[in-house]
T-cell receptor
């Protein structure tokens, strides 16, 4: 099946810093989503982005489908950005990467 | 925004007992899913359901698990004889267009 790898596994930032999270996937997909799992365990949709670039406030994402990777950018990070960020890809069922645990310190 | 709802939010059960987790997917969605997340680990696919039957299942989804859509709105996951290692958060999801929407999860603790 499709393999999904995320890096880095852990990231600690000072408030206000920028960061880039990466997702590599092993095969062609027809769906890629980024999720934020908050400290209460909720999975929040961030982006549906099988290709191209999207922006939503301080967050943006880029997927280069031909090279099988996606990037999530967080600018001017805030403590509320803390949590785990998952990339998930779908060809058939949806498979998740192991996540990047982000901690933003005040 | 429409949402996927799950009940119960948290259940504690004795090992060997049967558990039913319930989900109400978004009403016009046709594909439904169950995922599991053991504490601190990644989200794992269990099963997908379409047109009143299982379309795919993972190796985790063995004979102790079953799913059904009993009344056209609810979508349930049954664990027949729970084991300690079934303790996890169970997420229901439904697919609308190209986007999967997750419920808030049911946290199952087996003691």
């Amino acid at each position: 099946g499709i393999q999904v790898e995320q890096s880095p596994p852990d990231l600690i930032l000072q408030e206000g810093a920028n960061s880039t999270l990466r997702c590599n996937f092993s095969d062609s997909v027809n769906n890629l989503q980024w999720f934020h799992q908050n400290p209460w365990g909720q999975l929040i949709n961030l982006f549906y982005i099988p290709s191209g670039t999207k922006q939503n406030g301080r967050l943006s994402a880029t997927t280069v489908a031909t090279e099988r990777y996606s990037l999530l950018y967080i600018s001017s990070s805030q403590t509320t950005d803390s949590g785990v960020y998952f990339c998930a890809v779908r060809f058939g069922d949806m498979r998740f990467g192991a996540g990047t645990r982000l901690t933003v310190k005040p | 925004e429409p949402e996927v709802t799950q009940t119960p939010s948290h259940q504690v059960t004795q090992m060997g007992q049967e558990v039913i987790l319930r989900c109400v997917p978004i009403s016009n969605h046709l594909y439904f899913y169950w995922y599991r997340q053991i504490l601190g680990q990644k989200v794992e696919f269990l099963v997908s359901f379409y047109n009143n039957e299982i379309s795919e299942k993972s190796e985790i989804f063995d004979d102790q698990f079953s799913v059904e859509r009993p009344d056209g709105s609810n979508f349930t996951l049954k664990i027949r004889s729970t084991k300690l290692e079934d303790s996890a958060m169970y997420f229901c999801a439904s697919l609308g267009g190209n986007t999967i929407y997750f419920g808030e999860g049911s946290w199952l603790t087996v003691v």
